[in-house]
């Protein structure tokens, strides 16, 4: 009797060993899943395929805490962020006067001596 509930235990703390030992091995793919990572696929591979050696877990690892989440740009706006409206441009009646730069075509002001874009020389 003793024997049956020793094997028991023995069966209970194996599978408890494998369940502890797979949880840890995926921790990667996990953090990669749950940070919505644009590489998941990747990272899951690697870490199925090559986690059984230190540096592909590692890598791994690595890669799952340093990519990007799904569907940001580097760079970008926060989007609470106020967006500058663009200046109304001045109404054109027939007593504007536009000039414009001979070398890249910008509007410049018709007293001005140089373009204020390009730099260059106007008459």
Request: proline share 7%; charged share 10%.
């Amino acid at each position: 009797m003793d024997h049956l509930f020793f094997g028991s235990m023995m069966m209970i703390a194996v599978i408890a060993a494998i369940t502890v030992g797979v949880a840890i091995y995926f921790i990667p793919s996990v953090i990669a899943y749950s940070r919505s990572a644009r590489n998941f696929l990747a990272i899951f591979l690697l870490n199925l395929f090559l986690g059984w050696s230190l540096l592909g877990w590692l890598g791994s690892l690595i890669w799952a805490l340093l990519d990007e989440k799904r569907g940001s740009q580097q760079g970008s706006v926060a989007p609470s962020a106020p967006v500058a409206a663009p200046l109304p441009s001045p109404p054109t009646t027939a007593t504007t006067v536009v000039a414009y730069c001979s070398r890249c075509g910008q509007t410049v002001a018709p007293d001005d001596r140089y373009c204020a874009h390009c730099g260059h020389g106007l008459p």
